[in-house]
């Protein structure tokens, strides 16, 4: 009879419009970043399969919408009402039964995977993240603690991420991993990641933490084994702090204190003022006044950043707790190599260094 | 000259000269005592007790709070109803009122033009992020600017619901007004100090935060949060004051014969929204009222060095802020079911469904708040129930799909503006619904989770479930406030903009947060290849802010047209389209009763409501 036909009709239209929003309307949209980890397998599955769902669902709807629009359209002239149905209980129930079981399905899915996604692995290597504004730091603590601002990852090893941030909350992703995890201030999160392929890559830090929020990156590289280890060696035979310069190791300290994250060295402007040009010049301040940016105005800004805010820059953006992790690691150095070091007599050392 | 003085002399303008004299002599009072006491130099502690002042101010120099004194001092006052004497018709709409008609419509304005503010703003931040690179903004301003819009949209949604209910819900429901007529105003009220302590902030330093205010970031953020911080709660309160005159209305004013399921379906939305207004709103109150108390006294509830948890502030700020989306979802749903049958002259399907499912969507909702959390660091065990029940949103919101096209299938569909916006609302609806379940299951959201797909996800869930549906029901019953018709030719060429337009920024958004692209940037990173698709988005976005100035002129054009529309144009069965116009003061001058079903479109003989009695004689 008449109506069997619409229902052919659609549901061929159905199949037809998966496919093709599957393939050309969300093929341009679904477009995941190369796949770098061993997590990103199954959860590329199942984005897969979330896309194919999208695509029936939307085309479910929409030709049945579409349908009604062209072909039960009024006609010119046409006042009559349409068909008295107000309802049917069999349906009503069976699109309540069908998509209750589709996402407790996934749900399942979702569950196990993310079981796995979290399981400790008794091979893998621990990596500390340190998040500040608007910097990362790395630490190794397997490799006798050396610390980078740069990711560098030994292909094929599972790793663990253990992380917390020193102020603000910041989430840590690199896109081609697939996974994201929050860092907090005094408590420590995991992310699992086993990178599988060598190459270069970023973590983009994804939880809006203020100003810079959007160039707080981080440099990832990915390498064989053999060349982490060189790497590692390298660093680790690094010379004692007491055998460097004052200056190179003030160039240390920018990194590993994040000065890196606001203050450039070329002039440029970030969320501090430039180091270039800074060192023993006339600084003019937001009250109005002026002086000169002499070792004790250096060492006060970086003890007590609010005191001096120069001109058209924001207080509450420095750290406030500097001199305490600056007094740690100088007693930490003189534990471990019986050096007396101070860490901001090299940073300004360091300072003089830069072109001017 | 007369116009001018009405303006002058209009609760706004009296408003906000009385929250600007409070505000600063909190200021004033605070810097006082801590120069007094030696204190040093903060602005925070006068800025807070001068915005809570200024509120006051407001409320006071509008008049919005004049009864309720007398009522203290052991006057009594009458309820004014009506034009003040000597006063043309339209110096209601700037006054304190308390005819629900006129507080929807206030409500309808203030809605629209806040839209246009929070529009403007995401203009603004669309076109710097066309480019790679910072051309137009600064960091700075980019973060005020996009925290901004979304805390600004919200008041928006938020008065853009106050003005559908407000305007409907009585007259759908054969009331005279609403039950707390004054509370009604005060709600209204109340939410423009909101707005401008908003937009103050935004000069005063600006935040950026978003619109989420996470602490640490909102204790160390510029000034502006605080006024931010401020706005949000007293939007929070209206809220809470409109839901409570909304349930009790609903409860006890309804016409002779409306038993619950024979209530139009909009007001089963109604009642879903203010269920979850009533009760969630709350908990954000107490979430910005700690965070408030942190920054400016430094107790600490939030800051883990002073023994305080961030994840705490998360689970209490979601615990409202989850349930709001249905807040501003539903009534757009309600509004979807309510046109359906009319232009497709045929009963809406399953109305009891589509009716239960508005609450198991506001019930569901309630336990789902953690899905904004699943990478924030709270106990794993946490995460996996909160999928699972993040998953279950999809059923009773695939039931409102399925009974809308099982209502339109075989109807006699017709395409007036507001049936097309009815069709837009539902694909874009969909957009937002179905790129759901992807961010529920947590493996897939690892990658999603912050990422533009969430802005994608998020815009078509707004635009499908609350600004077509409200496009829809502003061209649907304008005629009814207006008397007039808008120009159905302006109608279809907004609409005609406005929808492809939308497909392509939601569909852009969520590529390029599949690509990498992170919320609230204000500069990407070239090499994510998204700038072409950020281009396409910004070219989109613009064309959907054009569409909608096209929509304000066909409004206010046609309001000022000599020809009247027709009393029932589109041939409803809703009782508020069966008396010609204008609506009297008091809505039926004749009570009428429900002797049928609402939709009951196509049976023969069928009639919803019946006008008792014979008119009151005209004059007597």
Redesign the interface.
């Known amino acids: 009879m008449g109506k069997a036909k619409h229902y052919v009709a659609v549901t061929v239209l159905v199949i037809l419009a998966t496919v093709i929003l599957r393939i050309f309307v969300l093929g341009p949209v679904y477009r995941l970043p190369f796949a770098a980890s061993q997590q990103a397998g199954p959860i590329d599955t199942m984005f897969n399969a979330h896309f194919w769902m999208i695509s029936f669902l939307f085309a479910l709807i929409m030709v049945f919408m579409l349908y009604s629009v062209f072909v039960f359209r009024r006609k010119p002239g046409d006042n009559e009402m349409g068909p008295y149905i107000h309802g049917n209980a069999g349906l009503e129930i069976a699109w309540t039964i069908i998509p209750t079981m589709f996402v407790v399905g996934f749900g399942i899915w979702g569950a196990v995977m993310l079981n796995d996604l979290t399981r400790p692995n008794p091979q893998e290597m621990t990596i500390r993240v340190w998040g500040q504004q608007w910097a990362w730091l790395f630490e190794y603590p397997e490799q006798n603690g050396i610390t980078t601002p740069e990711l560098v990852l030994p292909v094929n090893q599972p790793i663990v991420l253990e992380m917390e941030s020193r102020d603000v909350l910041h989430s840590f992703w690199i896109p081609e991993f697939r996974v994201k995890q929050d860092l907090l201030p005094g408590r420590k999160t995991y992310l699992r990641i086993t990178p599988t392929e060598v190459g270069n890559y970023k973590v983009r830090c994804a939880e809006i933490c203020g100003l810079q929020h959007s160039i707080m990156l981080a440099d990832v590289r990915v390498v064989d084994q053999s060349e982490f280890t060189a790497w590692a060696d390298e660093l680790m035979a690094a010379p004692a702090y007491a055998e460097l310069t004052p200056a190179a190791r003030g160039e240390i300290w920018y990194t590993e204190f994040g000065c890196n994250a606001c203050h450039s060295l070329d002039g440029s402007a970030l969320a501090g003022p430039t180091w270039q040009g800074l060192y023993n010049h006339q600084v003019e301040l937001e009250d109005g006044t002026t002086v000169t940016a002499d070792d004790a105005y250096i060492r006060e800004s970086i003890i007590n950043p609010n005191l001096n805010i120069v001109a058209g820059f924001a207080p509450n953006i420095m750290p406030q707790d500097l001199e305490t992790r600056m007094a740690d690691k100088q007693a930490e150095i003189k534990a471990s190599q019986g050096a007396d070091i101070d860490i901001i007599a090299d940073i300004i050392a360091f300072m003089q260094t830069i072109e001017q | 000259m007369k116009t001018l003085g009405i303006i002058l002399n209009s609760a706004y303008v009296r408003g906000l000269v009385g929250q600007a004299i409070f505000t600063f002599a909190g200021i004033g009072f605070v810097g006082g005592i801590r120069t007094a006491l030696g204190l040093e130099p903060n602005v925070e502690p006068g800025v807070v007790l001068g915005a809570i002042l200024g509120v006051i101010g407001f409320l006071l120099f509008a008049g919005v709070l004049t009864d309720w004194l007398k009522w203290i001092a052991g006057k009594k006052t009458p309820l004014k109803h009506g034009v003040p004497e000597g006063k043309p018709q339209w110096s209601r709409y700037l006054n304190v009122d308390v005819n629900h008609k006129v507080i929807g419509i206030q409500y309808g304005y203030t809605s629209l033009l806040v839209l246009l503010i929070g529009g403007i703003f995401a203009l603004i931040f669309r076109l710097e992020l066309a480019q790679p690179g910072l051309q137009l903004l600064q960091?700075?301003t980019y973060?005020t600017l996009f925290s901004a819009h979304g805390i600004v949209m919200i008041a928006s949604i938020l008065l853009g619901v106050g003005a559908m209910i407000n305007y409907l819900v009585p007259l759908m429901i054969g009331a005279s007004d609403m039950a707390f007529p004054r509370l009604n105003a005060f709600s209204y009220w109340v939410g423009i100090p909101a707005v401008v302590l908003i937009l103050s902030g935004m000069v005063v330093?600006g935040w950026?935060?978003?619109w989420?205010g996470?602490p640490?970031?909102s204790l160390?953020?510029?000034l502006g949060v605080v006024l931010f911080l401020m706005g949000f709660y007293l939007n929070g309160l209206s809220s809470i004051a409109s839901s409570i005159n909304m349930l009790v209305t609903v409860a006890f004013m309804r016409a002779p014969g409306m038993s619950l399921f024979r209530m139009p379906i909009f007001v089963w939305a109604a009642t879903a929204t203010s269920l979850i207004q009533f009760t969630a709103t709350q908990t954000v109150g107490v979430a910005l009222t700690l965070n408030v108390m942190e920054r400016v006294a430094g107790l600490t509830f939030f800051?883990?060095?002073g023994g305080g948890d961030?994840?705490l502030y998360q689970h209490l700020f979601w615990f409202y802020s989850h349930p709001v989306v249905y807040v501003f979802v539903l009534p757009g749903l309600g509004i979807i079911s309510e046109l359906l049958p009319v232009f497709?002259?045929?009963?809406?399907?399953?109305?009891?469904?589509i009716a239960l499912s508005s609450l198991g969507i506001a019930f569901v909702g309630f336990l789902v708040w953690a899905h904004h959390m699943f990478?924030?660091?709270m106990n794993?065990a946490l995460?996996?129930p909160f999928?699972?029940a993040t998953?279950?949103v999809?059923?009773p919101t695939?039931?409102k799909?399925?009974?809308?096209?099982?209502t339109?299938?075989?109807?006699?569909?017709?395409?007036e503006t507001p049936m097309l916006f009815v069709?837009g609302a539902?694909?874009v609806f969909?957009?937002g619904?179905?790129?759901g379940?992807?961010l529920?299951?947590?493996?897939?959201d690892?990658?999603l989770?912050?990422?533009y797909w969430v802005v994608g996800h998020f815009h078509a869930t707004m635009f499908g479930g609350f600004i077509f549906p409200f496009f829809a029901a502003i061209y649907y019953w304008f005629p009814k406030i207006t008397g007039r018709m808008y120009k159905e030719s302006l109608g279809k060429l907004h609409f005609w903009l406005m929808v492809p337009g939308f497909w392509v920024m939601s569909?852009g958004q969520?590529?390029v947060g599949?690509?990498?692209m992170?919320?609230?940037?204000?500069?990407?990173?070239p090499a994510?290849g998204v700038q072409g698709t950020q281009v396409l988005i910004t070219i989109a976005a613009l064309i959907i802010g054009w569409s909608v100035l096209i929509m304000v002129y066909n409004l206010v054009s046609s309001a000022r047209s000599k020809e009247m529309a027709a009393t029932n144009p589109w041939g409803s069965r809703s009782p508020e389209w069966q008396i010609p116009y204008p609506v009297p003061e008091f809505n039926y001058e004749v009570p009428f009763e429900v002797v049928g079903?609402p939709?009951?479109?196509?049976?023969a003989g069928a009639e919803y409501v019946q006008m008792q009695g014979a008119p009151a004689p005209a004059g007597d």
């Open positions: 960091d700075d973060n330093g950026d935060t978003g989420v996470y640490p970031l160390r953020a510029p800051s883990p060095a961030p994840v497709s002259r045929k009963p809406l399907f399953g109305y009891k469904w990478v924030s660091g794993d995460r996996i999928m699972m998953m279950f999809a059923i695939g039931v799909f399925f009974s809308w096209v099982a339109m299938w075989e109807g006699k569909l017709s395409f069709l539902i694909s969909l957009i619904g179905v790129t379940p992807i529920g299951t947590i493996p897939t690892l990658h989770h912050d990422s569909l969520m590529q599949l690509l990498g992170r919320r609230r940037i204000a500069d990407y990173d994510l079903d939709y009951d479109y196509g049976l």
